[in-house]
């Protein structure tokens, strides 16, 4: 995601402790604690400015959600649609995803989505794609036993890649749609990239993960 940066990004996003988590690692094992109910807690990684989360956030007040961006001034864009919406289901993370298990206790998340991860094409940045194994051991650590991974992308080249990564790594492929608009999923929340991608044409993949065998 290319966004001008944001003056003052920063400062406003540590003006709302309510809904950017300043200090996550004292979170650790308390999230639902912190929402004041036992919902299971699911997370967005990457979640640009902010549609898919705030969205589905809305659609199922029954989960927490947390969602997570490395980038200030793309966070500043979700705080602000979260600042007019006042999800209390919602928190929001300035985070890399390489550092999650310092801000998550073993089995405490019970759904990871990754939308549209950017794909680094190029092998010497292999490390860098969001379904690297590195990545991978990281979320089967956060993730609950029975937990899951929504992946969905219009690269084909990262989809590809990220399927055997997937397989490589031991993990089940629960589910897998080619072209997911044309499939018989109902309930699909868009992202801002899903929108602009299928507007041009392009085929949306989707595959569900889990590390349960
Ligand atoms: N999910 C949004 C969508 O579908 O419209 C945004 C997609 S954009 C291509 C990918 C986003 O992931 C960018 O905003 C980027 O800053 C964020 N990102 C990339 N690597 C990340 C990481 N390691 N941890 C957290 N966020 C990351």
Same mark, same amino acid.
């Given at each position: 995601?290319?966004?001008?940066?944001?003056?003052?990004?920063?400062?406003?996003?540590?003006?709302?402790?309510?809904?950017?988590?300043?200090?996550?690692?004292?979170?650790?094992?308390?999230?639902?604690?912190?929402?004041?109910?036992?919902?299971?807690? &699911?997370?967005?990684?990457?979640?640009?400015?902010?549609?898919?989360?705030?969205?589905?956030?809305?659609?199922?007040? &029954?989960?927490?959600?947390?969602?997570?961006?490395?980038?200030?001034?793309?966070?500043?864009?979700?705080?602000?649609?979260?600042?007019?919406?006042?999800?209390?289901?919602?928190?929001?993370?300035?985070?890399?995803?390489?550092?999650?298990?310092?801000?998550?206790?073993?089995?405490?998340?019970?759904?990871?989505?990754?939308?549209?991860?950017?794909?680094?094409?190029?092998?010497?940045?292999?490390?860098?794609?969001?379904?690297?194994?590195?990545?991978?051991?990281?979320?089967?650590?956060?993730?609950?036993?029975?937990?899951?991974?929504?992946?969905?992308?219009?690269?084909?080249?990262?989809?590809?890649?990220?399927?055997?990564?997937?397989?490589?790594?031991?993990?089940?492929?629960?589910?897998?749609?080619?072209?997911? &608009? &044309?499939?018989?999923?109902?309930?699909?929340?868009?992202?801002?990239?899903?929108?602009?991608?299928?507007?041009?044409?392009?085929?949306?993949?989707?595959?569900?993960?889990?590390?349960?065998?």
């Amino acid at each position: 995601m290319r966004l001008r940066n944001r003056p003052g990004a920063m400062e406003k996003l540590t003006a709302h402790p309510e809904y950017v988590i300043q200090q996550p690692e004292t979170l650790k094992g308390k999230w639902r604690g912190n929402f004041n109910n036992d919902n299971p807690v &699911h997370i967005e990684i990457g979640t640009g400015k902010g549609q898919f989360i705030i969205e589905t956030a809305k659609q199922n007040p &029954h989960v927490n959600f947390v969602g997570i961006e490395l980038q200030t001034s793309v966070l500043l864009s979700v705080l602000e649609k979260q600042l007019e919406e006042e999800l209390p289901n919602l928190l929001l993370l300035q985070a890399d995803a390489a550092n999650l298990q310092e801000y998550f206790e073993e089995g405490e998340v019970g759904r990871i989505y990754l939308n549209f991860s950017d794909p680094w094409p190029k092998k010497r940045h292999e490390k860098r794609r969001l379904t690297y194994k590195t990545f991978l051991t990281t979320y089967e650590k956060v993730l609950a036993d029975d937990g899951e991974i929504i992946f969905k992308t219009d690269n084909q080249g990262l989809f590809e890649y990220s399927l055997v990564s997937f397989s490589e790594y031991g993990a089940k492929l629960e589910d897998v749609k080619l072209d997911l &608009h &044309h499939s018989d999923v109902e309930d699909n929340v868009m992202t801002e990239y899903e929108e602009k991608f299928s507007k041009k044409g392009n085929r949306i993949y989707r595959a569900i993960i889990g590390f349960e065998n």
